[in-house]
């Protein structure tokens, strides 16, 4: 099982050695990664980060409603990534890591509730994927510091292959526009507050 041990990081990646994502879901069929740079320190970042809600990213928001009815618009991301249907795996001070398992592909909430990491590590059910997100700063020189977003999708099965590789083909480009949405939020707070 990934383990978190201390906050030192992988400087071809950027990702925190603790936060080992390739141990969580090694061979993704999709894989998206968004960063925002902030004229702010890392802790002020992640305070910040930690205050966007729903509302604040409007067209991120109007797709995270539609697909999960019944968020709170005033719910901040934080708090949407540790309720159903999505479980805290993993965090530290400047990082977590969320995930779901289910059929994404359908227009219900067909999203079984995994109760923690080994539930989500051991996710074999056909026909379904599990889903990982993770969210992090890292401190980029003085005063300087870095968001990042990653998201990865893993398939079980054939025709669950077939199914994402469809739902990606609708959606993927789509998702390079809105991905980042909360991550400029959460650097202008950042900013605002620093100056």
Known sequence: MPTAYGLDFCHRTGVPSALDLDA???DPQVRTR???QAKAPS???WQAAETVRVCDAPTLGRVVRWRIPGTPRDLPFRELF???PFTVLAEGEQWSVSGLCGRVWTLRRDYPKIRGADDFLGWEESDSVRVLFAHWV???GEGRSVLYSESRVQPVGRRARLRLRALWTAIGGFERLIGG???RVAARRA???TG
């Open 181 to 183: 949405e909360a991550l």
């Open 138 to 140: 890292v401190a980029d």
């Open 191 to 193: 900013e605002r507050r």
């Open 34 to 36: 968004h960063r925002r």
């Open 82 to 84: 540790r309720r159903y």
């Open 43 to 45: 802790e002020r970042l």
């Open 24 to 26: 969580w879901l090694p």
